[in-house]
């Protein structure tokens, strides 16, 4: 994990030096979301490589946000719920800093019948050190409010290739583009690790990078503008 956590840091810097044009590849409405296709093409059982949600999976990350150092628990859940009449299952995450949980989230996922991941809302909230709720912004679903989903993950991402992963207006607007394919030292042409930018017009000065490994999911996030965030993988529970 060190290993690739190490080339991961090497691909960040390289791809803030320079990135691709953004290419589109899927149809888009007015909002710049991509098409969906029919909700019957879909499936709560997420196993595109590059974003895999085996139920019972846990994954731990560490890092630090806000200046303080964080621990961030993200379990795949065997829960599942349909939103827009898609089936999707749902990954909770849980934020900790200085070891006081300061976040919860429930995330919505659904692939289609060509491997995309798609990303269909999200419960959250932040926490005071009594447990209370204090803020649910950024909180969305889709169908509700005009909400759309959006592109998690491509089934093949390629160089250049960009898209908008949720959208509701004001509050949801991530979009991403993939900026860098590389190989690992224990596997320097099969290229199975991502590189991508994330960014949001509701917050134009920040940009961050992820990493994600093949068979793996996330392994990195990086603020390189705006920011001083970061929250890197350090260990993985398979589900059964």
Known sequence: MKQILALCTLAVAAAAAGTASARHTRARDATGTPRMPPASTFTARVDNPWFPLKPGTLYRYTGVKD????????TVTHRTKAIEGVPCVAVHDRLYLRGQLEERTTDWYSQDSKGNVW???????????????TNTSGTWRAGVHGA???????????????NLQEYYKGQAEDHFKVV??????????????????????LEPSVLDHKMYVRGIGTVLEQTEKGGNERNELVSVTRGA
């Open 67 to 74: 200046g303080k150092p964080s621990r961030d628990v993200v």
């Open 180 to 201: 860098g394919l590389f190989g690992t030292v224990a596997g320097p042409k099969t290229r199975n690790t991502l590189l991508t930018q994330e960014w949001t017009p």
């Open 119 to 133: 990303y269909f809302g999200e419960n959250t909230a932040e926490l005071d050190k009594h447990g209370h709720v």
């Open 148 to 162: 759309k989903p959006g592109i998690y993950m491509p089934a093949h991402p390629h160089v250049g290739q960009s």
